[in-house]
């Protein structure tokens, strides 16, 4: 909220874990517990850091049973309950008898005004971006100055205030924007469509909606018609125009929890999600992103592309990118969608090849998948990352497309490997040849690195493979010699259509060789 740059000095991990060890007793199970479960929310892994995020998580981690919740709303709303729980056993007879409160929108009827109250509070700070509130902000939106804060806000003394004077503050900023979500959940379905138009492009409002998703669902027709037009409209702005709106979108989906908002966005992006470019993702964005996917092979019929090129996934990233989708189910059980993946040009390194790996030997929604380079870009596909993935495709039943190419320059015709085929991972790439049923497409071109010794093992496994139709092999380095390989794998094979030797190193020697297989 200030533009000014600050300094903010938290705990180091082992400082983190040395914190939770003592709220936890010492039980190493239960911090190593907690900390595995910490990993799982990108957003609380990044802030836990911070003392009070970190004491509000080893609460709920302590109250909750030993979880913690899935989404930021589930996170604060439990908070809010908590705060609301002690004050009132702390204040009133009747609060001491209550063992738990279940629901902000469920309140004992004592307190669902002063609740009300303090959500109006919270509210207006959004609008006027404030954090900290007078007497007079209480007297703006007519709320009474003796309003009870219920512990969810703070009164602080003024320091330099010649008189007495007293500002107020909510205990964390994600609960006052949890608080301005309700109140506008609260308004009749036409005045949450003006509040919902008077927040667009304010400073909290994606925070805000987020909430707002998750308490609404977005049952509000009218809400549903914004959004329809908001994506309509996307294509109007310069492509990095686009991915603020899109990304906020599907955060707002993942807070709901509600596939069937999936369908209808998946329906309104007429089947393709695209962020080529958009190097600001962070892993919340793609624990969103993987979560609508899954759901949309789950609510919808046919092919999603999805283009995530260039979008610096790194290790991090794609642990959460792929999480939702590791648990999709199989087509052939409740799922019907099929996914092309485009991951060119992403930060691959031997994890995130197996995060890839994870979904293709785990479930079976990706028909295509693009790997390697996007334009001037090399992203090197290491050899250990490669077998993984090729070794998932041994029981994979879904992916027809493959493509690794390398980095193409257009104007010098020139390539740089993102893969190497070697003694190691040749036999892995045979193997799955041999194995594979559903693949139609490999695509290896622009890797020089694929060589004479990648032919030799693409030809053992052309032997017996029978479901291959298209192999690219475009400036990949092979000689004379490989194309002999190939041209005894051509003589028995008789599924294979097209194949590309282009730019190859073949000599007329291996032009004889092929011409005779043929």
């Known amino acids: 909220l200030a533009s000014s740059r600050i300094e903010i000095v938290g705990f180091t991990p082992a400082e983190l874990r040395q914190y939770f060890?003592?709220?936890?007793?010492?039980?190493?199970?239960?911090?190593?517990?907690?900390?595995?479960?910490?990993?799982?929310?990108?957003?609380?892994?990044?802030?836990?850091?911070?003392?009070?995020?970190?004491?509000?998580?080893?609460?709920?981690?302590?109250?909750?049973?030993?979880?913690?919740?899935?989404?930021?709303?589930?996170?604060?709303?439990?908070?809010?309950?908590?705060?609301?729980?002690?004050?009132?056993?702390?204040?009133?007879?009747?609060?001491?008898?209550?063992?738990?409160?279940?629901?902000i929108c469920s309140l004992p009827e004592t307190i669902r005004e002063p609740f009300e109250n303090v959500c109006k509070l919270a509210y207006h700070g959004v609008v006027e971006n404030k954090i900290t509130f007078s007497h007079d902000d209480f007297s703006a939106v007519g709320i009474p100055t003796s309003v009870p804060l219920l512990g969810l806000l703070q009164a602080v003394d003024s320091l330099v205030s010649t008189g007495r004077r007293v500002s107020f503050n909510f205990i964390h900023l994600s609960i006052q924007e949890l608080l301005a979500a309700f109140s506008i959940s609260r308004l009749p379905p036409s005045q949450q469509i003006s509040v919902f138009q008077e927040l667009f492009g304010k400073p909290r409002f994606r925070a805000v909606f987020q909430f707002y998703s998750a308490i609404t669902k977005?049952?509000?027709?009218?809400?549903?018609?914004?959004?329809?037009?908001?994506?309509?409209?996307?294509?109007?702005?310069?492509?990095?125009?686009?991915?603020?709106?899109?990304?906020?979108?599907?955060?707002?989906?993942?807070?709901?929890?509600?596939?069937?908002?999936?369908?209808?966005?998946?329906?309104?992006?007429?089947?393709?999600?695209?962020?080529?470019?958009?190097?600001?993702?962070?892993?919340?964005?793609?624990?969103?992103?993987?979560?609508?996917?899954?759901?949309?092979?789950v609510t919808t019929r046919g092919e999603f592309i999805v283009n995530l090129r260039g979008c610096s996934i790194d290790d991090h990233k794609c642990r959460f990118l792929t999480r939702c989708l590791c648990r999709c189910p199989v087509p052939n059980s409740t799922a019907t969608g099929w996914l092309h993946m485009d991951l060119r040009g992403n930060d691959f390194c031997e994890r995130v090849a197996q995060h890839i790996a994870d979904v293709l030997g785990s479930t079976s929604i990706v028909h295509m998948l693009l790997l390697g380079s996007a334009g001037v870009d090399t992203n090197t596909i290491p050899e250990c990352g490669l077998k993984c993935i090729l070794e998932s495709l041994l029981t994979n039943s879904s992916l027809v497309t493959l493509r690794l190419h390398g980095s193409v320059f257009s104007d010098d015709v020139f390539s740089d490997d993102v893969l190497k085929i070697t003694q190691e991972s040749g036999p892995v790439l045979c193997q799955m040849l041999q194995r594979n049923k559903t693949l139609t497409k490999l695509d290896l071109s622009w890797n020089r690195g694929v060589s004479d010794t990648g032919a030799f093992f693409i030809a053992?496994?052309?032997?017996?493979?029978?479901?291959?139709?298209?192999?690219?092999?475009?400036?990949c380095g092979i000689s004379a010699e490989g194309a002999k390989f190939i041209s005894g794998a051509l003589e028995i094979n008789t599924s294979?259509?097209?194949?590309?030797?282009?730019?190859?190193?073949?000599?007329?020697?291996?032009?004889?060789?092929?011409?005779?297989?043929?």
Request: with cysteine; glycine share 8%; charged share 20%.
């Open 496 to 518: 294979l259509k097209v194949i590309d030797l282009g730019d190859n190193e073949l000599r007329d020697t291996g032009f004889g060789y092929l011409a005779n297989a043929l």
């Open 218 to 297: 977005l049952q509000n027709p009218g809400i549903r018609s914004i959004i329809t037009t908001i994506i309509q409209e996307k294509d109007t702005l310069p492509s990095l125009d686009q991915h603020p709106l899109l990304v906020s979108l599907l955060n707002c989906l993942f807070e709901a929890q509600d596939p069937s908002l999936c369908q209808l966005v998946a329906g309104q992006l007429n089947g393709h999600l695209n962020l080529w470019g958009n190097t600001t993702l962070t892993p919340l964005d793609c624990l969103s992103v993987g979560y609508f996917l899954s759901c949309v092979c």
């Open 21 to 103: 060890s003592e709220c936890l007793e010492g039980d190493c199970r239960a911090v190593d517990k907690l900390l595995e479960r910490i990993q799982e929310h990108p957003e609380v892994e990044g802030s836990c850091s911070l003392p009070l995020n970190a004491a509000i998580i080893v609460h709920l981690f302590l109250s909750e049973g030993q979880t913690i919740p899935s989404t930021q709303y589930g996170i604060f709303s439990a908070v809010v309950l908590n705060c609301i729980l002690r004050h009132l056993k702390q204040r009133t007879e009747e609060g001491r008898q209550i063992r738990c409160l279940e629901s």
């Open 460 to 475: 053992e496994g052309l032997k017996l493979n029978t479901s291959l139709r298209t192999l690219g092999l475009f400036r």
